[in-house]
């Protein structure tokens, strides 16, 4: 029991400073690209309504009904820490939709809850990135923003030969499983196995779509979506607004210069149900990570159950840690310097206010400084410390150099040292 007290919760994470810088490099990158193409910063609660989750479509049945942490606070209200953002921005979106101009790009960065077997790629405490655009209907809104999630990976220093984005139509699946297909019972089930379609074999796949159902002449239809492309449905295209939608998409991004990021993948179709349109998801191309690293697409409906009016909505979320696996594999995490540049060592008491002096110099051009504290350790055992911490410079301010005015800088990596003066000391320690 004592061990178990030293350990985090299952599936959460202690992120000790460089675990943590690697995180926030992320949320830098989330942040800036996003705020270079227009969208606006928010937060929601950590926690809300229970009923927020399991209102009809507003979550994807194995989110509100299993993976849900949920309790009964003190007033006998269920309360549910957040799994996903989606619920709680069309929440805020529909509480004012009367007065916001349309259209309105929102993102956040958060983190969420979900009870769910934890492996590679998925752990029960993680953060998204959440951006949305809101109020628009046009395909020109789902363009933007694959653009943008494009173009993060971009900033990252990826390229299209590390990850593929693939594209389909939720609309258009479902109108050609009813129509072409004739499936007309069990679509939900259905639609859950071909969502998973990649992660098992052929004949598991028949199996289960034979089990829910399925004849011989259907199973063989679904199983040869795969590497169908659109010229193949050109005779549907007047008859479904979601395959001519889905074109749209496509055409908008080869427009855009980005059409080697994109592919159409017909057994698409995203797990939640409140996806009314187009859709898409982005994996790794490394083949260390088999799951999809985020997705997104068109959710037209879900504003619509907290405003009572529908309001087009469309959006991707990208997580912290599948993310951090894609970064890794290719060898895109940068050289993040996350602990003092300088450490102020301290010869004795009388010392204490000519090293606090350079300690300030230092501080006050933005270079992150140490000052020892001093508790009667001699220099070289602070020089040890400065080494174990691998502090790139030591700064010497003893008796010799007060007399002086100066100090002793130390490099720590080539070994050198120099006597500085304040004013040449933080130009000296920046230059490296």
Not at 113 to 142: C, H
Not at 153 to 172: L, T, V
Request: proline letters at 4%; one cysteine or more.
């Amino acid at each position: 029991m004592k061990n178990e007290l030293y350990q985090p919760y299952r599936g959460t994470r202690d992120l000790y400073p460089k675990d943590y810088a690697k995180q926030q490099y992320m949320f830098d990158v989330w942040r800036k690209v996003c705020l270079r193409f227009g969208f606006e910063e928010y937060l929601a609660p950590l926690v809300e309504k229970r009923a927020l989750y399991t209102a009809k479509q507003a979550s994807g049945e194995e989110v509100s009904q299993k993976e849900l942490y949920w309790f009964t606070d003190q007033g006998d209200r269920e309360i549910a820490i957040r799994p996903e953002m989606t619920p709680s921005v069309s929440r805020m979106i529909g509480a004012r939709i009367q007065s916001l101009p349309k259209p309105q790009r929102w993102f956040s960065i958060a983190n969420f809850m979900r009870y769910e077997r934890p492996q590679k790629g998925r752990i029960r405490e993680f953060w998204q990135l959440n951006a949305d655009t809101f109020g628009v209907s046009s395909v020109e809104a789902d363009a933007e923003i694959v653009e943008l999630s494009i173009e993060i990976m971009r900033e990252f220093g990826a390229d299209h030969s590390m990850f593929k984005i693939y594209i389909n139509n939720r609309e258009w699946f479902l109108w050609w499983l009813t129509t072409i297909v004739g499936v007309s019972e069990n679509i939900q089930a259905i639609t859950r196995i071909i969502d998973n379609i990649k992660k098992s074999s052929d004949r598991e796949n028949e199996e289960k779509l034979h089990e829910v159902g399925l004849l011989k002449d259907q199973i063989e239809k679904i199983m040869g979506l795969n590497g169908k492309v659109l010229s193949d449905f050109e005779d549907y295209m007047s008859k479904s607004k979601g395959l001519s939608d889905l074109k749209a998409l496509y055409d908008k991004i080869v427009d855009k210069g980005l059409g080697e990021y994109v592919k159409v993948d017909f057994s698409l179709v995203r797990g939640f149900d409140y996806y009314t349109g187009n859709v898409f998801e982005q994996y790794d191309l490394s083949g260390e990570n088999s799951r999809s690293m985020f997705g997104g697409g068109r959710y037209d409906k879900l504003v619509g159950l907290y405003a009572g009016v529908d309001v087009p909505a469309v959006g991707f979320a990208p997580g912290d840690v599948p993310m951090g696996l894609f970064l890794d594999s290719w060898n895109l995490i940068p050289n993040l310097s996350v602990g003092p540049q300088a450490l102020v060592t301290v010869f004795n008491e009388r010392t204490i206010q000519y090293a606090q002096k350079a300690v300030d110099t230092l501080r006050g051009h933005e270079i992150r400084t140490e000052m020892y504290l001093f508790d009667g350790e001699n220099v070289g055992d602070q020089i040890t410390y400065a080494s174990k911490k691998a502090i790139p410079f030591v700064i010497i301010a003893g008796p010799d150099e007060m007399t002086k005015q100066v100090v002793m800088l130390k490099n720590m990596v080539t070994g050198t040292q120099k006597a500085v003066t304040f004013i040449d000391l933080p130009k000296e320690v920046l230059k490296g």
